[in-house]
């Protein structure tokens, strides 16, 4: 792990917990990577993979490259795992991960995430030879305080027009939710674009890759999944034990904030306090006997986290096979969870992503809301079994206890699956009125079609309670 200081250049007041999240794609994945007329002139990663072959796609990116990047978004690296086939970033504000054909960039605070869009497009083009996008999702809920923000970040029209700059008349903008509730925004572009960026026109044809039209790809029976749980209004209970003065062996040298400063022994103390944290919540068993965790708790207060599961890659073809308890040797695909917490009363905020595969939950016990979440098994015997989609959400809302919280669930619609899939009204039945149990009640409930890829949002929040909007004071 490497020593990090951080910028000063977030102002006072309140932090603002809800992410910006960017993804670019390259390839529908990793086995369906374009390749380059030129990839002998390309730039390289100079190690190699710890299995000894070159680095594939995106993954050939040196770190500091990375970095420099994240220097144009205005946020830092605080760690590394390297997984199988992911490498998962924590940052100062959230987390960046990097697969061969997808990066995901996740930033919250005044982080300037999509200017870093056109370095990472550049990235490509220069480490891989990729000139075409083959999808852009960016994506966040409603800020808490939007006047805060800075550049295109101030208004979702500046932003949509941002991403209309480099993608054009393929990219798609749209508003989910009640405007003057929580909300949730969405870009998408259609496959297999063609960005253009500023000196577009004198792009070289050594660089334009061999990468097929959206027909000529075999359709995959993988379908990728995301789920995002953002919650607000946390409860006191749950926003404890996100301070550091909840923990005093491990703060005596204090970690900074997002918004502060470190030195060496801070950062230890930063890994230190985050193991705890997600130990004494069980984090680190959300996906028992699989994860690698990496994880920073920031003093005063404040969490991070990333999970990477097994390989890191959801995709079958890629995984290595492991031995499963209690079953024959077979694939099991992995990926990746994030989660970040601002616990300050009054603007509180949780955040958690996932894509790993999950069983379907085909008992009906995995889908009652009676059911009750599985504790913590403190002699550290654990089911290896995955948790159903339901069973996951939970566990995930029973750690923060959120008094409002809005659930996004994007489903790819392969060809070979066909429109009306089993997997899609699996998805439109988890967020049904009764899956948080008498706690909660459902506000909204969306679905939405977009071309690839099915969306189901849905809004709830606890029975009998009202918001309470915060008092801030203004600085002279």
């Known amino acids: 792990m490497s020593v990090v200081t951080l910028d000063q250049g977030s102002s006072p007041g309140p932090f603002e917990g809800p992410e910006k999240l960017l993804e670019v794609w390259f390839a529908p994945s990793p086995d369906a990577l374009p390749t380059s007329h030129a990839a002998s002139k390309l730039r390289k990663r100079a190690d190699s993979a710890p299995d000894g072959t070159e680095w594939k796609g995106l993954r050939c990116v040196p770190r500091e490259v990375w970095e420099e990047m994240l220097d144009i978004v205005r946020c830092k690296v605080l760690s590394v795992v390297e997984g199988e086939e992911i490498d998962a970033y924590l940052l100062s504000e959230s987390s960046l991960f990097v697969a061969p054909h997808l990066l995901i960039l996740k930033t919250c605070g005044t982080t300037l995430n999509l200017l870093g869009l056109y370095r990472i497009i550049h990235i490509a083009r220069e480490y891989c030879g990729f000139t075409k996008v083959w999808r852009c999702f960016y994506s966040r809920k409603s800020f808490f305080f939007p006047e805060r923000q800075q550049g295109p970040h101030r208004d979702w029209r500046d932003e949509v027009t941002f991403l209309d700059s480099v993608f054009g008349s393929v990219g798609s903008a749209y508003t989910v939710g009640p405007m003057n509730r929580d909300h949730w925004l969405l870009y998408l572009t259609s496959p297999n674009s063609h960005p ?52 005093p062996s491990t703060s005596s040298n204090p970690s900074s904030t997002p918004s502060g400063q470190m030195d060496d022994s801070e950062e230890v103390n930063g890994h230190e306090l985050g193991k705890t944290i997600s130990k004494q919540l069980g984090i680190d068993r959300i996906f028992p006997d699989e994860t690698t965790l990496d994880s920073f708790g920031f003093t005063p207060c404040g969490y991070s986290a990333n999970g990477v599961i097994g390989s890191g890659s959801p995709f079958p073809s890629t995984c290595t096979k492991k031995k499963i308890s209690g079953s024959s040797e077979k694939d099991q695909p992995g990926g990746y969870f994030t989660i970040h917490v601002t616990p300050e009363e009054g603007w509180s905020y949780a955040s958690f992503e996932c894509n790993v595969p999950l069983p379907s939950d085909s008992s009906p016990s995995s889908s009652s809301p009676s059911t009750p979440i599985t504790p913590v098994n403190k002699s550290g015997n654990h089911n290896s079994t995955r948790p159903t989609l339901p069973q996951l959400i939970r566990t995930v809302v029973n750690i923060f206890q959120p008094f409002r919280l809005s659930i996004t669930l994007f489903v790819s619609t392969p060809t070979s699956f066909g429109p009306g899939s089993e997997a899609e009204q699996r998805a439109w039945n988890a967020f049904g009125s009764s899956l948080l149990g008498e706690t909660y009640e459902r506000k909204d409930r969306i679905g939405y079609e977009f071309d690839g890829y099915d969306l189901v949002f849905a809004c709830f929040e606890r029975k009998g309670w009202k918001e309470v909007k915060p008092s801030i004071q203004s600085s002279p």
């Open 196 to 247: 253009m960026l500023p000196g577009d026109e004198a792009l070289s044809s050594t660089y334009i890759p061999s990468l097929p039209s959206p027909g000529q790809y075999i359709p995959s029976l993988y379908q990728d999944t995301t789920l995002e749980i953002l919650m607000t209004h946390l409860s006191p209970q749950a926003r404890s034990p996100f301070f550091s003065s909840s923990f």
